[in-house]
């Protein structure tokens, strides 16, 4: 009997370790919009995508953009732990993080993360940084900080019922002892400045007014709408006045009433069911190749720092090592490779990865930057055609990757002489697949330069150099347009309209 018990007892710890390994293995859920990676799939995978995609055609039905449209789709990472994402992050204090890389947005946060009733989720987080995804895709333009922030924070709070519907334009209750205790951010200062120096006190003000006053204004019976839509409007071409100028009573009054609306209980809206179109979500295991390389490779694309590559490329060599016929691991082993400036090795192993797939529009990416190289040092013409072979293979294998556009654009750039209407009309569909890509948008504005096209260019950059977060993109993108404005104000000079 000792041994029967014995023998089921292997059998049950067998089963479990099946099951726990089935388990860690990754899936993904495709929609229209997103590609959803998880450690292990259950139904709390299909639903977070289902959430997702609930909330994009939220956005996209409360500001008429229902085209079929879809842009790149977002990559989103849910990891096992929040000790992950906070380690991949480098910060403690972080939930959950969203940003670009040079072929897509991607998000990442925790399975299991929640915030308390007055802070913040990793969810609410995700739609928050969504909504700025979202707003840069479709409508770029020079918006104050506190309509960046306030548009996003109002549809960053959403919840989900068991009915189906979505419930937004509700209290962000991480912003409520701030507008409570604090009282709201004043107006002259909130319309005056942007996030840059803000403690955390003034921090949560600044951000709860600006939801505060976005709400008022999304609320047409308040009276201000058109008022608050005359100021934006002129603020994005760039022709506005004094801000107390477009508001009944000026700054003070528009103040009072934004005061008195905050002690009025605020409506939330509700999306029905019925109103709702999606498509469809599919849910598939991850190959496991691709599964074993997935933190690696977000280890690689998401800011690495260079005493951090060394490990990361012995990480996914070991991988790949696992996988020999695996054209994706040897392909990321490449790619880690050439930014390790590990150049033999990379383009060594981007042509193990052609050998296998020679449809891995990563590896010839890989190899056209070892070949641009080498043609930018030897000038010669059977290195150049090398290096275009490869950028044209790169793209025919991935029409939707940016990043063989921008290679295409670079190669006429380093090779001199005019640029082909072709190699500009590469570099602005790689920016219109990933707008959010500050690189692209910097990119195109600087090719429209070149072509003598500086109001575009500078328009191009309002987003940076408006961003309501201080960076030295911000500076750069400024300075820049300072250049291009002076530049159409010279062109003008010389060039007077005539007279009616």
Do not use: C
């Not at 002129?234 to 934004?258: H, I, N, Q, T, W």
Request: charged residues 25%.
């Amino acid at each position: 009997m000792v041994r029967l018990w014995g023998r089921l007892l292997v059998a049950l710890g067998l089963l479990l370790a099946g099951a726990g390994s089935a388990q860690a293995a990754w899936w993904q859920a495709k929609t229209d919009h997103f590609t959803v990676y998880s450690e292990g799939s259950d139904d709390k995978l299909r639903e977070f995508a289902e959430r997702l995609e609930k909330f994009d055609y939220l956005l996209r039905k409360m500001t008429g953009k229902t085209a079929a449209e879809k842009g790149s789709p977002v990559k989103v990472y849910l990891l096992s732990s929040e000790a992950k994402v906070k380690d991949l992050a480098r910060n403690p204090n972080i939930a959950g993080f969203y940003t670009t890389s040079d072929r897509s947005a991607y998000a990442f946060l925790s399975r299991s993360s929640k915030g308390g009733t007055f802070g913040f989720d990793a969810e609410q987080i995700l739609f928050h940084e969504y909504t700025h995804h979202f707003m840069l895709h479709y409508f770029p333009a020079a918006y104050p900080a506190w309509y960046v922030e306030g548009f996003a924070e109002y549809f960053s709070v959403v919840d989900f019922p068991k009915d189906g519907s979505i419930r937004f334009a509700q209290v962000p209750m991480a912003r409520v002892p701030g507008l409570v205790l604090g009282q709201p951010y004043p107006l002259k200062q909130l319309f005056a400045q942007t996030t840059d120096g803000l403690n955390r006190a003034d921090g949560d003000r600044y951000y709860g007014t600006a939801w505060l006053l976005t709400h008022y204004y999304f609320n047409a019976k308040t009276g201000r709408s058109a008022e608050l839509s005359a100021y934006l409007n002129d603020l994005a071409r760039g022709e506005a006045g004094e801000p107390d100028s477009y508001f009944a009573g000026g700054l003070e009054g528009l103040e009072k009433d934004l005061k008195a609306y905050m002690r009025h209980r605020t409506n939330m809206l509700v999306l029905r069911p019925g109103e709702m179109q999606l498509g469809a979500i599919t849910v598939s295991p991850v190959d496991a190749a691709d599964g074993a390389l997935i933190e690696d490779e977000l280890r690689l694309i998401h800011r690495p720092r260079t005493e951090d590559l060394p490990g990361i490329v012995a990480s996914i060599r070991a991988t790949a090592a696992k996988f020999p016929q695996s054209p994706h691991a040897l392909a990321l082993l490449a790619e880690a490779e050439w930014k390790a400036d590990m150049r033999d090795a990379a383009l060594v192993d981007a042509d193990r990865a052609i050998a296998i797939d020679p449809q891995s529009s990563r590896a010839y990416a890989v190899r056209a930057d070892a070949m641009l190289e080498r043609a930018h040092d030897s000038d010669r013409a059977d290195d150049w055609k090398a290096a275009l072979t490869a950028i044209v293979r790169a793209n025919r294998a991935d029409t939707e990757d940016p990043v063989p556009l921008a290679l295409f654009y670079q190669y006429h750039a380093m090779r001199g002489g005019q640029m082909p209407e072709l190699g500009y009309d590469g570099l602005y569909k790689a920016y219109t697949l990933l707008p959010q890509n500050p690189n692209y948008r910097f990119r195109l504005a600087h090719a429209l330069a070149i072509r003598g096209e500086y109001a575009a260019a500078s328009i191009l950059l309002d987003p940076i150099a408006y961003s309501p977060h201080g960076s030295g993109m911000r500076d750069a993108a400024l300075r820049l347009k300072a250049q291009y404005d002076a530049q159409v104000a010279e062109k003008g000079a010389q060039n007077p309209a005539p007279a009616p």
